[in-house]
């Protein structure tokens, strides 16, 4: 986590938003000190300029992009996807990235971080209904079962992020001694992060 700390740490900063979404980086940046919450090369008394509409609906778009670890056209893509679902589009794209492998991944706490969900991923430890999944961006479907592949249940990280975990979001299940878990459902809004607005990344695309 040292090697990440640092980049996460300044991101966050600068987007005034914890992308880990548990504040974590401010209080242990480079394992030693509180980091301050206001911007790069601001006093931390200084107050952030008003944002004009447009840069409060880019802001938004990267606060929720770092978030989900997703590039520009990644997430574009996902945005498009989800115009085409019927009903609140603002919902639906929040429901894909939710539904992403890798994100339901660290849903089960299989991983501290999106990003360490990603690379077990990556890394070809995860199996959706059985089969290898080695692709991040896979849509899991509600009822489909997650396991870590049978040689990988012993790895570190893994321990370490169940150990951790103290409840899991009730959209999944979670079989911590055999490390398997079902996507139960699609998680209703008021079940994720309430300090994100995904209505202004709809603006911002539709602008």
Same mark, same amino acid.
């Given at each position: ?14 987007? %005034?938003?914890?992308?880990? #979404? ?9 394992? &030693?000190? &509180? ?14 300029? @008003? ?12 606060? !929720? ?8 056209? %990644? ?5 498009? @996807? $989800? ?6 589009? $603002? ?27 990603? %690379? ?17 961006? !896979? ?5 489909? !079962? ?13 321990? #370490? ?14 079989? @911590?001694?055999?490390? &398997?878990? &079902?996507?139960?459902?699609?998680? #209703?809004?008021? *079940? ?10 709809? *603006?911002?695309?539709?602008?």
């Amino acid at each position: 986590m040292s090697n990440i700390n640092g980049p996460v740490y300044r991101l966050s900063r600068r987007l %005034q938003f914890s992308v880990l #979404e548990t504040g974590a980086e401010f209080n242990t940046h480079n394992g &030693k000190r &509180k980091g301050r919450t206001t911007a790069p090369g601001k006093a931390p008394d200084s107050r952030a300029p @008003k944002l004009t509409n447009y840069g409060q609906q880019h802001r938004e778009k990267q606060r !929720i992009r770092f978030i989900y670890g997703l590039n520009e056209r %990644q997430f574009y893509n996902t945005f498009v @996807k $989800a115009q085409h679902i019927k009903g609140n589009t $603002a919902h639906n794209f929040l429901f894909l990235l939710e539904s992403r492998l890798d994100n339901v991944v660290y849903r089960m706490n299989f991983a501290l971080t999106r990003r360490g969900a990603r %690379q077990l991923v990556n890394h070809g430890h995860v199996l959706l209904d059985g089969k290898k999944a080695d692709i991040p961006s !896979i849509t899991v479907k509600p009822g489909q !079962i997650i396991t870590i592949k049978e040689g990988s249940r012993g790895i570190p990280s893994i321990k #370490e992020a169940l150990d951790a975990s103290v409840s899991t979001k009730a959209f999944v299940e979670v079989d @911590k001694e055999n490390k &398997k878990g &079902k996507y139960v459902r699609l998680p #209703e809004r008021k *079940e994720l992060n309430e300090e994100i607005n995904e209505a202004l990344v709809v *603006e911002f695309y539709n602008r």
